[in-house]
């Protein structure tokens, strides 16, 4: 898929605020499944924008506002080719086990995943270690999509795992830090991805950035996973970045001062350039 995005970004404060220092995660990976034709970030007021790459290799875009403005506008245009994704090849999950050590980071607690038997609590069976691992992980991707509910407004990027829990009512990322918190309580290491997702495939979660997890299959290495929309990952799915949660691959975070409140206004267009 050939596709154009448009993610629009607005704070608008009713006093100046001043020194606002942001760090923008909106430009997608190149790697196999996917090659950034085009990218670029408009800034109001308009100020000089630095980039690094972050622990998880992800581009970071820096904008730092230092004078006084009611209004910060970050606009990012990119253009992006996905391709198809390879089917994994069946392993069984004991498979898993030379590999735990050195991918610890993607097991163990994380910020907004706290160590609890996920597992349990979302009433998932273990598979048995002969099983086949893709073949449990679309499994659960199936029984995750069917036993919640896509409600967006229903949570919000404060709501815990364990108050989603409770209620079965969520977005995007709710269902990936379930599935992230599942996985790794099972002992397969999984990690949350950011990104976008094309709507005109009838999926759900094209509104904003969308949110899915990859799990590492020995083999085939990490494979994405949507239990939003019941599904592998496709060529509609265009990928941000990863990190152990939301908390590390948010689109935009940062800080500014004045006591002011702001309001946010976020608007995400996916466009397939090929319809």
């Known amino acids: 898929m050939r596709a154009e995005i448009k993610h629009v970004t607005e704070y608008r404060y009713q006093e100046p605020v001043w020194d606002s ?5 909106l430009h997608p990976q190149r790697d196999e499944r996917q090659n950034v034709l085009a990218f670029n970030i408009h800034v109001t007021p308009d100020v000089p924008v630095t980039s690094h790459r972050d622990y998880f290799g992800n581009l970071i875009h820096h904008v730092h506002v230092h004078e006084r403005h009611t209004l910060l ?10 391709y198809r994704s390879r089917v994994p090849a069946p392993t069984s999950v004991q498979s898993l086990d030379p590999f735990r050590g050195e ?3 993607f097991l163990i607690a994380s910020p907004r995943i706290p160590e609890a038997h996920w597992a349990d609590i979302f009433q998932i069976t ?11 992980l679309m499994e659960l991707t199936r029984t995750l999509y069917r036993r919640f509910t896509y409600t967006p407004g229903a949570t919000n990027v404060r709501t815990t795992l364990e108050q989603f829990a409770g209620t079965g009512r969520g977005v995007c990322q709710d269902y990936a830090h379930a599935m992230l918190g599942i996985c790794r309580s099972l002992g397969i290491p999984a990690r949350y991805v950011s990104g976008y997702i094309y709507a005109g495939a009838n999926f759900v979660g094209a509104e904003a950035s969308h949110a899915w997890v990859e799990a590492y299959i020995p083999g085939s290495g990490w494979v ?10 496709v060529e509609a799915h265009v990928k941000i970045g990863h990190g152990r949660d939301y908390s590390d691959v948010s689109p935009i975070s940062g800080s500014y001062h004045g006591s002011t409140r702001g309001e946010l206004d976020v608007e995400v267009k996916v466009y397939d350039q090929q319809q």
């Open 224 to 233: 994405g996973y949507d239990p939003t929309n019941n599904t592998e990952i």
């Open 126 to 136: 273990a598979p048995l270690r002969t099983g086949d691992l893709p073949d449990f």
């Open 103 to 105: 991918l610890t980071e």
């Open 21 to 25: 220092f942001n760090e923008v995660r």
């Open 73 to 82: 506008r970050i606009e990012a245009h990119t253009l992006v080719v996905t």
